[in-house]
């Protein structure tokens, strides 16, 4: 009896608060189900850390997720191919060529490694190529255990997923490359306009290694109040 066959003969259940079913009893259905929300709590993490950091590299980034998430619309209406047939009691209407979440997993990664090995300097030691090499292969590790959920749970087909990966890096390939050759160029004089200014929006374009910046700088600034502490209380 084959993987979908016996699915179809289950009970299905969905995870939490939203409409993402996985087989009742089935443990690897459940991790699954639970993976295929890996995009929501990018874009959480997204809008967390833009609030709190106002990064314009990352705000970049953000606009490029909407700029793939509309591709991937666009793409659906055009091809109008349905998903497969599944027993899931959820009913998702939407058009399954390419799979949304493979797209924008392989997307997020496929940014995220590049900018790990071109964007994030460091001394290129043997522990920092380490650190570089072990990030990309849970990035990669992480978009295949997604774009595989969406195939075992019967969300997708097998080509719709394999489309939706090809997409994501093609495109997180491309924005890539269009954020740091065209728009990196502009952003120290985007940051000076009246409104970023206002909204504390900040370009760490020429910070050679932003980490170890901020920690130094938070560092000597801890030293520099606790010395005016001091001398308040002496």
Not at 70 to 80: A, D, T
Not at 90 to 105: A, D, I, K, M, R
Not at 184 to 194: A, G, I, N, R
Request: proline residues 3%; contains cysteine.
């Amino acid at each position: 009896m084959s993987a979908n066959n016996s699915l179809d003969q289950t009970d299905w259940k969905t995870v939490g608060f939203t409409h993402v079913e996985y087989p009742k009893g089935d443990f690897i259905g459940f991790i699954l189900a639970w993976s295929s929300l890996f995009p929501f709590f990018v874009l959480s993490g997204f809008v967390t850390h833009i609030y709190f950091r106002r990064e314009i590299h990352t705000i970049s980034f953000f606009a490029g997720i909407f700029f793939n998430e509309g591709v991937n619309l666009v793409l659906k209406y055009i091809v109008r191919e349905p998903r497969p047939t599944s027993p899931h009691t959820v009913s998702n209407l939407e058009y399954g060529w390419p799979s949304s979440h493979s797209q924008f997993t392989w997307f997020f990664v496929t940014y995220i490694i590049f900018f790990i090995y071109f964007r994030s300097h460091s001394s290129n030691s043997m522990i920092e190529l380490i650190w570089k090499h072990s990030m990309t292969a849970v990035c990669i590790l992480t978009a295949c255990v997604v774009a595989f959920s969406r195939y075992y749970l019967q969300y997708h087909n097998f080509n719709q997923v394999l489309w939706g990966s090809f997409f994501g890096v093609v495109l997180g390939t491309g924005w890539f490359v269009f954020t740091h050759v065209i728009l990196s160029p502009f952003f120290q004089t985007v940051v000076t306009l009246e409104i970023c200014e206002f909204l504390m929006i900040r370009d760490s374009t020429l910070i050679p290694n932003i980490m170890w910046f901020e920690y130094t700088t938070s560092r000597q600034e801890s030293r520099t109040r606790r010395k005016m502490v001091s001398k308040k209380v002496q």
